[in-house]
């Protein structure tokens, strides 16, 4: 595949098939890690290195393994344990790299290992038939488009936090009303690629 088709396949991914914002995956730790900008960058940079690497290590496991011995049946599962085991060594390296960080993510971290945008990452390169480039930077790009939206939405919850809003709308109501509006807003990528 030519450079520009790379290049299609990330901003794709990054904005026109926002995993959060289109295809509504992994918004648990959307809505629960969100309401600091700090706390939202570092869950974004673990979330973003565990589904590049866990996307590498599945299509491997995948392409040499499962089909090689016609287990394909069993990729959900492989994909599970593969990727729980890559959250156990994210969750290892913040602890001890940043200790700060780690206490911030609580429970959330963990978590990861049951972010379906994550397993849906997996699932949606091995269906697309992408190769193993081709998966990298689908990856790259659905890993820093979620990013990039639990960053704005971090952002505009700390904004929103200091702004008179009405009593009935305080907190998560608010939240959903304004994930719904970025929802909305995204769709303006939809003509980009």
């Given at each position: 595949?030519?450079?520009?088709?790379?290049?299609?396949?990330?901003?794709?991914?990054?904005?026109?098939?926002?995993?959060?914002?289109?295809?509504?995956?992994?918004?648990?730790?959307?809505?629960?890690?969100?309401?600091?900008?700090?706390?939202?960058?570092?869950?974004?940079?673990?979330?973003?290195?565990?589904?590049?690497?866990?996307?590498?290590?599945?299509?491997?496991?995948?392409?040499?393994i499962l089909?090689?011995?016609?287990?394909?049946?069993?990729?959900?599962?492989?994909?599970?344990?593969?990727?729980?085991?890559?959250?156990?060594?994210?969750?290892?390296?913040?602890?001890?790299?940043?200790?700060?960080?780690?206490?911030?993510?609580?429970?959330?971290?963990?978590?990861?290992?049951?972010?379906?945008?994550?397993?849906?990452?997996?699932?949606?390169?091995?269906?697309?038939?992408?190769?193993?480039?081709?998966?990298?930077?689908?990856?790259?790009?659905?890993?820093?488009?979620?990013?990039?939206?639990?960053?704005?939405?971090?952002?505009?919850?700390?904004?929103?936090?200091?702004?008179?809003?009405?009593?009935?709308?305080?907190?998560?109501?608010?939240?959903?009303?304004?994930?719904?509006?970025?929802?909305i807003a995204?769709?303006?990528?939809?003509?980009?690629?």
């Amino acid at each position: 595949m030519s450079i520009g088709g790379l290049f299609v396949i990330l901003i794709s991914a990054m904005l026109v098939n926002n995993f959060v914002l289109s295809r509504f995956l992994g918004i648990c730790p959307f809505l629960g890690v969100s309401k600091q900008v700090e706390t939202a960058f570092g869950m974004g940079m673990a979330v973003t290195f565990v589904m590049t690497l866990a996307s590498i290590i599945t299509y491997v496991v995948h392409h040499t393994i499962l089909v090689s011995l016609g287990l394909e049946y069993l990729q959900t599962i492989a994909f599970i344990l593969i990727i729980a085991a890559l959250v156990q060594l994210v969750e290892m390296f913040i602890q001890k790299m940043s200790p700060t960080l780690y206490q911030a993510l609580g429970v959330y971290l963990p978590l990861i290992t049951t972010n379906c945008a994550v397993l849906g990452l997996a699932i949606i390169n091995i269906q697309e038939n992408y190769n193993l480039i081709e998966t990298i930077v689908h990856s790259l790009g659905a890993s820093v488009g979620f990013s990039l939206a639990i960053v704005l939405f971090a952002g505009i919850r700390e904004r929103l936090a200091l702004a008179d809003v009405p009593e009935s709308l305080k907190g998560f109501p608010i939240a959903l009303i304004t994930a719904g509006l970025m929802s909305i807003a995204f769709l303006g990528f939809t003509g980009l690629v």
